[in-house]
């Protein structure tokens, strides 16, 4: 609302939108890819829908992965000060750099989603009528087949922008460690508030590797099919989802500008 109101947004702010915008986008698509496996079966063997809605989610999934290894980026340029020139480079230039980055991210999640046109479930599958065990039990090996070609393509996707995320991120809480530790030994209080900004970010860091990394695991083992054939379907949007919920929602809480 803020950024429709005044044409204009900190850098920060922006990245902040994008990924909400992206995470949204992304549970709608769960969503709605369950409510059609679970009350609309037939358009499962769609050759044009069920391709199309794959390489939509998958494309919405990256995204979503790249912006958040940007924000990560941007809060460890930011806030960390090694005397590096690639550092010094990236903190004088990393708020134009933004609006490209995020462009360039979302080309590369394109290109990333759409091997999901070919490789994708229910586009060549059915499932078997007389429910024999044979049968079955065939169905079975072609859905693993499939959902491994998937997890790999997930994982050629995905782990990039993971990596990348996990260095910035170690590289802050390292330095936030380093620079609490500091602050602590020449005599600051616990209570300062630039202590408890320390212990603040060092938090929220945190919470968001581990949370990243949960939500990576967790849509891994969807990809490779171990919840295919689980008891109660509605149970896997909430698995898969739940991670990056608790995180957008810790987002709102600590965030000023929404409290206000």
């Known amino acids: 609302m803020k950024w429709k109101s005044l044409k204009s947004l900190q850098t920060c702010d922006k990245i902040l939108s994008s990924l909400a915008i992206s995470r949204g986008l992304y549970f709608f698509c769960i969503i709605i890819q369950n409510y059609i496996f679970q009350f609309l079966p037939w358009l499962v063997e769609n050759n044009i829908l069920l391709p199309i809605l794959n390489i939509l989610t998958m494309f919405i999934f990256y995204s979503s992965l790249w912006i958040a290894t940007i924000l990560c980026v941007f809060y460890c340029v930011k806030i960390v000060t090694y005397n590096y020139k690639l550092f010094i480079l990236l903190k004088t230039r990393i708020s134009t750099m933004v609006p490209w980055l995020i462009q360039v991210s979302l080309l590369i999640s394109l290109t990333s989603s759409l091997p999901y046109g070919w490789y994708s479930y229910g586009s060549n599958v059915r499932v078997p009528l007389n429910g024999s065990i044979e049968d079955m039990t065939d169905y079975r090996e072609v859905i693993s087949e499939i959902f491994f070609k998937q997890f790999w393509i997930l994982a050629l996707g995905s782990y990039p922008p993971l990596i990348i995320f996990c260095v910035a991120n170690f590289l802050l809480i390292h330095f ?71 995180h957008s929602l810790y987002m709102v809480a600590s965030n000023t500008n929404v409290q206000k």
Do not use: D, Y
């Not at 209570?191 to 891994?220: D, E, G, R, Y």
């Open 176 to 246: 936030l460690l380093m620079h609490t530790r500091r602050m602590r030994s020449n005599g600051s209080h616990i209570q300062s508030p630039n202590l408890q900004s320390h212990f603040s970010a060092l938090k929220s860091m945190s919470l968001f590797l581990l949370l990243q990394i949960m939500f990576l695991i967790c849509t891994s083992l969807s990809m490779s099919g171990k919840f295919i054939f689980v008891k109660l379907p509605i149970l896997l949007p909430i698995i898969l989802l739940s991670p990056l919920t608790f």
